[in-house]
């Protein structure tokens, strides 16, 4: 949250209190779409907190208020569902106004947002923002299946949009996803009792136009963001590397023969065994949608919460022995032992399974993502000696890969981790029907649930104790390096600690539920045992101590959630975040960052720090990490975001390669050949002695400082050409291997000709313009071209130049277009003395005449301008925004007017 998702609110925050709608990202990258990359969350509307007040504020209270939305949302799905299950209870005895089924809702209440695998979610405000909304969205949902209304309807549509408007679209496509098989699996059961000649009367059919119903309003209530996510997706570096689907292999086995051959490389080419970069980095893609899957054996955390170890601010984690251990998601999937109890001693009830259960069942299947059938087969294979199958992985088989294979599009979606709260939702919502009175009969079997894991627990506890369990772990920590690069070696005593007290835990909150259960559950008992004797006299003693069980089974809950939650919960001194404002008319100054996740002291990794977390943190403040260079308004060019542009992702995967390929005596002229191309002022590294920038004089002694290396001469961000070449844009440089030719013919000339390329249009549309202005396709080789250029304006999603050209030339601005930059040219007023400053905006100026922005070199923008003396403005304005505003509007008006309808005011 710290690095990534704290500056960029913050830096946005400060855009929308300045005033206006910050739509173009001008300091990542070579520019970024704002509500193309779906994780700012711009139009969300609880982002205006950070409108409102300082960043760390505002992101206590985002964090906080979430929590909350999360938990009172699973407390009025647990409602409904004990009325649809028919298993409200009667009035309760020890308050007037709250039924036992309300009691026993409270758990859910308490269990969803306590839960590991949501409460963790604070570190990633996007995912939090969709585990917050999906009790929402699936109550609705299911609700509007069974008994449809235009309130339901409206909060299922309402729980999808803000899901998606807070940034986590994949959470409101995976809600929808469930809802919709659990409709067809309804439909299917009744079919199949209509075959059987079964009543059926009883089984209400379950309702499909409600369901979609919400579905398309949510589409509409959140088209401001899914309208630019949808333009932006269609040019990022996951839609061309993402694993290929079902359809996507159909498609290229129809044109395979069809297909010419491929043209060889312009510039050289690699050995067939080689691969470049780029190639490398998109099967890595491929890889990473199965990345942060669940290993089964963390499900041992439902029944101890800490059994896996700690991570920080000391290495504990004792999982990372297990070979095939994957990269973490969150702490532990620790929702409380009372869910575990109530799962495993429901289906032992005289019930049948209900969608609860499902959805448990569903959320953990789905998150296993890499652990498939391949995975077993390998294990298999690799346990009698035979080979494994080339193009068999790990992932298939498994529930997630028959989403990626099967749904289209699902492979630009990542992490099968983000079905977790769906398991966590299902397991609350399943402990308020245990809890309530008309599931007491099931009682007696959680009790027997709750023994049997109190002897597994002490059974394990002793095991711990072992000499032999100890030699055994300080054996496999000795085969191998189970180091961490922020936390520090493998410490087997923390993780015995952290392992024995989790134990412990369980065993003390075992043995409390298995008695509290165990009489709970009696029908024919001696309640006096529980009562005080003055109450001992009649049968409502009996009741009494009853009514009780679900207030105590509560109370034990709250300290077990209390403890698990105070372990997880990361926190470190409030330092002063310096965030420095843009100078007003000047482009942000460009750095090339060359730190990464593994450039950090080495005595980190080789030990221990109560202050650990303390100085990663502020040593990510100071190097810049991730996204810190937002805090003081400085461009990086290679910056992480989370969804990149394809083109700028094979920039520089292209760049290294190319520089690979060179002698190494041309290496370092081409690096600083680029560097001045891109107008970067300096690059930004780990190196002593260290030139200290803005930020923190207080703490820097905890770690180690950036240091500034200065490029030589930076071209500007905004440039003349006099000359200027048309690509062959037959495949409309839609393909990555036509981007990577043109790349690499463009490497060539900047190390020729030290940076001063000259620029490649993509000419498709360049024919037309020409016919209609008259311009050259390239200025005639004697014809002159002292051009003077001059940046009169600059905003992020606004630029004003000053051209006075005695010839027709091309202005190129180093800033992507990713297709709704616009541009218009008016005459310039000829000073009326030597020196005086040019009046661009007087009333008897011509009007503005529309220009097109062509795109550049992949990674550019250019515009024609005519010869004379011209003000050029270059406005980001994309398409979406006014389709978007109308949509969200005329949805929100249709809603109103719907419920002013059914219910007139009275």
């Not at 009367?201 to 119903?213: D, E, G, I, N």
């Not at 030719?741 to 993509?762: D, K, Q, V, W, Y």
């Not at 390239?778 to 001059?790: I, K, L, Q």
């Given at each position: 949250m710290s690095q990534f998702y704290l500056p960029l609110y913050g830096q946005l925050g400060e855009r929308m209190a300045a005033g206006g709608l910050p739509l173009w990202n001008p300091w990542d990258r070579f520019g970024v779409p704002v509500a193309g990359e779906t994780t700012t969350a711009i139009f969300y509307p609880p982002r205006l907190l950070f409108a409102w007040l300082p960043a760390d504020d505002a992101m206590t209270l985002y964090v906080v208020g979430h929590l909350l939305i999360a938990g009172s949302g699973a407390f009025w799905v647990a409602r409904w569902a004990s009325q649809h299950e028919r298993l409200s209870a009667q009035p309760s005895g020890t308050s007037g106004s709250i039924r036992r089924a309300d009691l026993a809702s409270l758990a859910a209440a308490v269990i969803y947002p306590a839960a590991g695998p949501v409460f963790f979610l604070y570190t990633n405000p996007p995912f939090l923002v969709g585990a917050a909304w999906l009790p929402w969205a699936v109550g609705a949902m299911l609700r509007a299946i069974h008994r449809p209304s235009l309130g339901v309807v409206t909060v299922g549509s309402l729980g999808l949009a803000m899901a998606i408007l807070g940034g986590d679209p994949q959470t409101a496509f995976h809600a929808a996803l469930f809802c919709g098989l659990y409709w067809a699996t309804l439909r299917g059961r009744a079919y199949w009792k209509r075959l059987s000649q079964q009543n059926e009367?009883?089984?209400?059919?379950?309702?499909?136009?409600?369901?979609?119903?919400c579905v398309l309003l949510a589409a509409g209530l959140a088209s401001l963001q899914i309208l630019p996510g949808a333009a932006w997706s269609l040019q990022s570096w996951r839609r061309a590397t993402a694993p290929p689907s079902i359809y996507s292999r159909m498609a290229s086995a129809i044109d395979a023969p069809?297909?010419?051959?491929?043209?060889?490389?312009?510039?050289?080419?690699?050995?067939?065994?080689?691969?470049?970069?780029?190639?490398?980095?998109?099967?890595?893609?491929?890889?990473?949608?199965?990345?942060?899957?669940?290993?089964?054996?963390?499900?041992?955390?439902?029944?101890?919460?800490?059994?896996?170890?700690?991570?920080?601010?000391?290495?504990?984690?004792?999982?990372?022995?297990?070979?095939?251990?994957?990269?973490?998601?969150?702490?532990?999937?620790?929702?409380?032992?009372?869910?575990?109890?109530?799962?495993?001693?429901?289906?032992?009830?005289?019930?049948?399974?209900?969608?609860?259960?499902?959805?448990?069942?569903?959320?953990?299947?789905?998150?296993?993502?890499?652990?498939?059938?391949?995975?077993?087969?390998?294990?298999?294979?690799?346990?009698?000696?035979?080979?494994?199958?080339?193009?068999?992985?790990?992932?298939?088989?498994?529930?997630?890969?028959?989403?990626?294979t099967f749904v289209p599009g699902y492979g630009q979606f990542r992490y099968p981790a983000k079905w977790l709260p769906f398991a966590a939702l299902g397991a609350a919502v399943w402990t308020a029907l245990f809890?309530?009175?008309?599931?007491?009969?099931?009682?007696?079997?959680?009790?027997?649930?709750?023994?049997?894991?109190?002897?597994?627990?002490?059974?394990?506890?002793?095991?711990?104790?072992?000499?032999?369990?100890?030699?055994v772990l300080e054996a496999r920590i000795a085969e191998g390096d189970y180091a961490d690069r922020l936390?520090?070696?493998?410490?087997?005593?923390?993780?015995?600690?952290?392992?024995?007290?989790?134990?412990?835990?369980?065993?003390?909150?075992?043995?409390?539920?298995?008695?509290?259960?165990?009489?709970?559950?009696?029908?024919?008992?001696?309640?006096?045992?529980?009562?005080?004797?003055?109450?001992?006299?009649?049968?409502?003693?009996?009741?009494?101590?009853?009514?009780?069980?679900?207030?105590?089974?509560?109370?034990?809950?709250?300290?077990?959630?209390?403890?698990?939650?105070?372990?997880?919960?990361?926190?470190?001194?409030?330092?002063?975040?310096?965030?420095?404002?843009?100078?007003?008319?000047?482009?942000?100054?460009?750095?090339?960052?060359?730190?990464?996740?593994?450039?950090?002291?080495?005595?980190?990794?080789?030990?221990?720090?109560?202050?650990?977390?303390?100085?990663?943190?502020?040593?990510?403040?100071?190097?810049?990490?991730?996204?810190?260079?937002?805090?003081?308004?400085?461009?990086?060019?290679?910056?992480?975001?989370?969804?990149?542009?394809?083109?700028?992702?094979?920039?520089?995967?292209?760049?290294?390669?190319?520089?690979?390929?060179?002698?190494?005596?041309?290496?370092?002229?081409?690096?600083?050949?680029?560097?001045?191309?891109?107008?970067?002022?300096?690059?930004?590294?780990?190196?002593?002695?260290?030139?200290?920038?803005?930020?923190?004089?207080?703490?820097?002694?905890?770690?180690?400082?950036?240091?500034?290396?200065?490029?030589?001469?930076?071209?500007?961000?905004?440039?003349?050409?006099?000359?200027?070449s048309v690509t062959n844009d037959q495949q409309r440089l839609s393909s990555t291997e036509q981007?990577?030719?043109?790349?690499?013919?463009?490497?060539?000339?900047?190390?020729?000709?030290?940076?001063?390329?000259?620029?490649?249009?993509?000419?498709?549309?360049?024919?037309?313009?020409?016919?209609?202005?008259?311009?050259?396709?390239?200025?005639?080789?004697?014809?002159?071209?002292?051009?003077?250029?001059?940046?009169?304006?600059?905003?992020?999603?606004?630029?004003q130049i000053l051209v006075d050209a005695p010839a027709a030339g091309l202005v190129t601005v180093q800033q992507l277009q990713d297709g709704f930059w616009k541009a218009r040219i008016r005459p310039a007023p000829v000073p009326t003395r030597e020196g005086a400053a040019a009046r661009v905006d007087s009333r008897d100026e011509p009007r503005w005449e529309q220009r097109r922005v062509h795109r550049v070199d992949a990674i550019a923008q250019g515009v024609l301008v005519p010869p004379g003396r011209h003000v050029l403005e270059i406005y980001y304005r994309p398409a979406w925004l006014v389709p978007g505003i109308f949509i969200t509007a005329s949805t929100i008006v249709g809603l109103l007017f719907c419920g002013y309808r059914i219910h007139p005011p009275q």
């Open positions: 009367a009883v089984v209400p059919k379950p309702q499909l136009v409600p369901l979609l119903a069809a297909a010419p051959a491929e043209a060889p490389h312009p510039t050289r080419s690699a050995p067939a065994e080689k691969t470049t970069p780029a190639q490398r980095a998109s099967v890595r893609h491929a890889t990473d949608v199965y990345d942060y899957s669940i290993a089964p054996w963390h499900w041992a955390e439902f029944a101890s919460p800490f059994v896996s170890g700690e991570l920080f601010p000391v290495n504990g984690r004792l999982t990372r022995l297990i070979p095939g251990e994957p990269r973490m998601w969150t702490l532990t999937l620790y929702a409380g032992l009372l869910p575990l109890i109530g799962l495993l001693a429901g289906p032992l009830a005289p019930r049948r399974w209900t969608v609860w259960q499902g959805l448990v069942v569903a959320g953990l299947l789905l998150s296993l993502g890499d652990f498939g059938v391949g995975r077993l087969l390998r294990v298999g294979l690799q346990a009698v000696g035979l080979p494994m199958p080339a193009d068999l992985s790990d992932a298939a088989g498994g529930s997630y890969w028959w989403l990626v809890l309530s009175p008309s599931m007491r009969h099931s009682w007696r079997r959680g009790g027997c649930v709750a023994w049997g894991i109190c002897l597994a627990a002490v059974a394990a506890f002793a095991i711990s104790w072992l000499p032999g369990f100890r030699a936390w520090g070696p493998l410490s087997l005593a923390t993780g015995l600690h952290r392992l024995r007290w989790s134990l412990w835990l369980t065993i003390m909150l075992a043995a409390s539920y298995g008695w509290l259960l165990r009489r709970g559950g009696q029908q024919r008992s001696r309640p006096q045992r529980m009562v005080p004797p003055r109450l001992r006299s009649h049968g409502a003693a009996r009741r009494l101590a009853r009514a009780h069980c679900v207030p105590i089974a509560l109370a034990i809950l709250l300290v077990d959630l209390g403890c698990s939650v105070s372990w997880q919960l990361a926190t470190v001194p409030r330092f002063t975040v310096a965030s420095a404002e843009p100078t007003a008319n000047e482009p942000p100054r460009r750095f090339l960052s060359r730190v990464n996740s593994q450039d950090w002291p080495s005595h980190w990794q080789r030990t221990h720090s109560a202050d650990r977390l303390r100085e990663v943190e502020v040593a990510q403040r100071q190097l810049w990490f991730l996204r810190w260079h937002l805090a003081d308004s400085a461009a990086v060019t290679n910056s992480a975001v989370s969804i990149a542009s394809v083109r700028s992702t094979l920039f520089w995967h292209e760049a290294r390669q190319y520089a690979f390929e060179l002698p190494a005596a041309d290496r370092g002229r081409f690096v600083e050949s680029l560097h001045r191309y891109l107008g970067i002022a300096a690059t930004v590294d780990r190196r002593e002695p260290a030139l200290v920038p803005p930020p923190l004089p207080a703490l820097a002694e905890l770690t180690v400082r950036p240091h500034f290396t200065p490029v030589r001469d930076p071209l500007p961000l905004v440039r003349w050409h006099s000359t200027w981007i990577r030719s043109e790349l690499h013919a463009l490497f060539g000339e900047i190390l020729a000709r030290e940076g001063a390329a000259s620029p490649r249009i993509e000419g498709s549309e360049l024919a037309t313009e020409n016919s209609q202005s008259g311009d050259p396709g390239e200025s005639p080789a004697g014809s002159a071209h002292a051009a003077r250029v001059r940046l009169l304006s600059w905003r992020p999603e606004r630029l």
